[in-house]
């Protein structure tokens, strides 16, 4: 469902959304997936400091089964019809011991430009922090200066109707903003 916004804005913003029905079925190409990740490299981030490492398991593979297996059932019951989960997770400190302190908004910078570029290829987006990170760490065998930061599925929407329960309500329920004027707290223009 499109977003309602009060003034028209990008394609993919107005139309992009979390589905949670994904077509088992279809495969990303490996141009996409490569063009996906570069959409990330390409990401801004905070004295160019680019903390995002990414572990890209496909469906079937190994890394596939290893990374589903850190999500909360929830997420589980439906991101194993996921083509592509993207484990992403971040260097903490920079190359002089120093904390990254802007390690959680440079991440999400990158995987907002991949968000992008996934819809923008005909596929759907879906991230989720509702996983175990202890658990990430370990069975991907992350180096000890990362930590996973947020697991995203790629996948080809599905009909709604495959899905059962509270994953079919969230389906079908139309998209819901706070007003802007809830969010700006000064300037709004009238
Ligand atoms: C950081 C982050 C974490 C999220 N974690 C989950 C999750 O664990 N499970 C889930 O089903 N959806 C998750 N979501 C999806 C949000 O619920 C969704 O983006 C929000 O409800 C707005 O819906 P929309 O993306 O379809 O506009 C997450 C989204 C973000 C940005």
Redesign the pocket.
Known sequence: MRAETSQPVHEIIAT?????SLNPTVAVTDQDLIAILEAGRWAPSAFNGQPWRFFVARNGDDLFAKTLSTL?P??QS?AKNSAVLITVAAKTTKDDGSIHADYQYDCGLAVSQMVFEIHHRGFVA??????DRTQSAEVLEMPTDLTPV?VVAIGKQDAPEKLEGPAAE?ELAP?VRKELSEIVIAGLPK
């Open positions: 992009r959304r979390s589905p949670r909360a929830f997420n439906w879906h991230q989720m922090t509702g996983f947020v969230r998209r």
